[in-house]
């Protein structure tokens, strides 16, 4: 009996990235349970102890694959994690920081070795298409208004896909549209199967109604299509390159800082109402610990206790901004080394080759960036935008490296030891 490791690594594939997306089959929204119950929602809490030791059991296939994944791993990426790992040491809920860690880990190993495997195009097309998969089976099932891609209480009636909370699913769509819109050289699909897939995007982005990823998905666009800009001079084209994005950002985060106040212009009730005091109220906590409570527990029970009674919103479960979360977590040392990787993706100076995948790159970047300022999704976190950022920068960082799949991803005899597999391979 032979097993087929590249079909295997296919199946891996479709299992990890409806893992990073992340897809949740719940028939609650998150912020609805909240309200009814103090609990842990269970779905998402089984969600997550099944899919951590699942994906850690397919490394195990794909073991003799991981020095090779750690060859195209963003070297900025090393910086930026390093105080996420070290703060396992002084973390106030080292279990949560452990599982956390776990999950980080793994959503760069299955990256990196996706795009050692198959190619940084390959990777793309096979994330594209699931992911519009996802988002047409959440359409379809929002059409008939089933429950598991709806959200009720605050947010009666609005759209979240096969994900946990609207805004969630928004940035989710956000990264499809980005793909389609820049990516056209990599998908292979014609401008009408792209025109109908963006138009889609356009309208589950409608009926999410998420003020924050509507703004940083404009920024992006922006930035995506500045990065196109040709000529001659590459001194010219950069300077008014970067002049575009400081613009575009900076205008995008006036706008998302000041949500409220364009919502009330525009005669729309954005629900907004407690994020500025959000901020406001856990921003002195991020002063006390220098660095950090410890990934991912966004400064424990009692600062969140403490968060929602000096802001007065009863119901948030986070402090709705990326960087403040970060801060409470590794502190703004470790926010400043997370930039220091994530920024320069914007900046394309060089479009002459690979002009796609830089394109496609900053945009995200962008959506990523930005988005975080009304949201706490992202920056070593799993989510779509920061996967197909690590899949994306793995690939410049391989270049014309040719992907294994063809020449080096052999059968394995049942019976066979990885460690055997292993040791053939040295």
Known sequence: MIIKRSLIFSIGFVLFFAYAMPLRWIDLDNQAFEKISTATYGGELIG???????????????????????????????????????SLIWSIDPLRTFSA???????????????????????????????????????????????????????AGLWRGLMNHKNTFAPFVSVILLMTVFGGEILQRGRLARAVVSLLCLLCLYMASSSAATVATAAALGVGMLANIRLKSVAVRTTLYALGILATVGMASVVIANLDDFAAIAGRDITLTGRTSLWQAALPFTYQAPF????????????????????GWDYANSTHN??????????????????????????????????????????????????????AIGLLYTNAAFTLM?????????????????????????????????????
């Open 48 to 86: 997550k102890q099944i899919g951590a030791p699942l994906l850690a059991l397919f490394l195990l296939v794909v073991l003799p694959f991981i020095p090779r994944a750690l060859q195209i791993i963003p070297k900025g990426f090393f910086a930026a994690a390093a105080l996420p790992y070290m």
């Open 322 to 375: 990326i960087y403040i979360s970060r801060a409470l977590d590794v502190g703004w040392i470790g926010v400043a080394l997370m930039l220091l990787w994530v920024v320069p993706m914007i900046m394309v100076v060089d479009p002459s080759r690979m002009r796609a995948e830089k394109t496609m790159l900053a945009a995200v970047a962008t959506l990523h960036l930005v988005g975080g300022l009304a949201e």
């Open 390 to 426: 690590l899949i994306l920068s793995s690939g410049l960082r391989m270049k014309d490296a040719a992907p294994l799949v063809k020449a080096e991803v052999q059968d394995i005899p049942a019976g066979d030891t990885i460690r055997s597999v292993a040791a053939a391979r040295v």
């Open 101 to 155: 860690l776990i999950i980080l880990t793994l959503t760069v190993l299955m990256s990196a070795m996706a795009v050692r495997i198959y190619g940084v195009q390959e990777t793309v097309r096979r994330f594209w298409a699931l992911s519009v998969l996802v988002m047409l089976v959440s359409v379809a099932l929002a059409v008939i208004g089933d429950p598991h891609v709806m959200m009720f209480s605050t947010h």
């Open 292 to 311: 950090g409570y410890g990934f991912a527990t966004a400064g424990g029970t009692d600062i969140v206790n403490a968060m929602k009674a000096l802001s």
